[in-house]
């Protein structure tokens, strides 16, 4: 079984045809897609949790009414993952459940934030578990994921 560095190079290391690694290939389609945002009622919550996006419309509905435009980032240094991934890569271990409170998530994205900052990531992408597994061997890019944008600033409404 590999450990989370082994996994973390297969992704770095991987390559489709015509040599282009699956993690640069992930940054260019992240950076050129519409992501959707529901803002907070915390007018707060950006320098607490960053900005949390969905690659659909219809993905941001589960938190609220999304933003009329949708928003264009600008990431270099993302960490990419499931869950689960995540957590190992930022701490160490799993530190969430699946019967997590919204109030315990809320105080975990903050210290996700504050671990991946200090890591030096400037985004969290999450996809599924599965999805994630077939991008780290094949590269293909997943229909549905989930970004936290660390910096507020990379995030900005398309009027294109």
């Known amino acids: 079984m590999a450990s989370s560095a082994a996994t973390k190079r297969m992704v770095v290391e991987g390559t489709e045809k015509g040599g282009l690694p699956f993690r640069d290939k992930l940054i260019a389609h992240i950076n050129r897609k519409d992501w959707w945002h529901v803002p907070p009622r915390d007018p707060s919550a950006y320098s607490k949790r960053g900005k949390f996006l969905a690659s659909s419309f219809k993905q941001a509905e589960f938190w609220g009414r999304p933003l009329d435009e949708p928003q264009k980032i ?21 530190v969430s459940s699946e019967e997590i409170a919204m109030e315990e998530r809320w105080r975990l994205d903050a210290k996700m934030k504050r671990a991946a900052l200090r890591k030096r990531y400037d985004c969290i992408v999450l996809m599924a578990p599965k999805a994630f597994a077939e991008f780290r061997s094949t590269g293909k890019l997943p229909r549905s994921m989930e970004l936290n944008v660390l910096n507020e600033s990379r995030a900005r409404p ?3």
Do not use: K
């Not at 600008?74 to 799993?94: H, K, N, S």
């Open 74 to 94: 600008a990431v270099r240094r993302p960490l990419v993952g499931d869950e689960a991934t995540i957590e190992r890569e930022l701490f160490g271990r799993r």
């Open 158 to 160: 398309s009027f294109e």
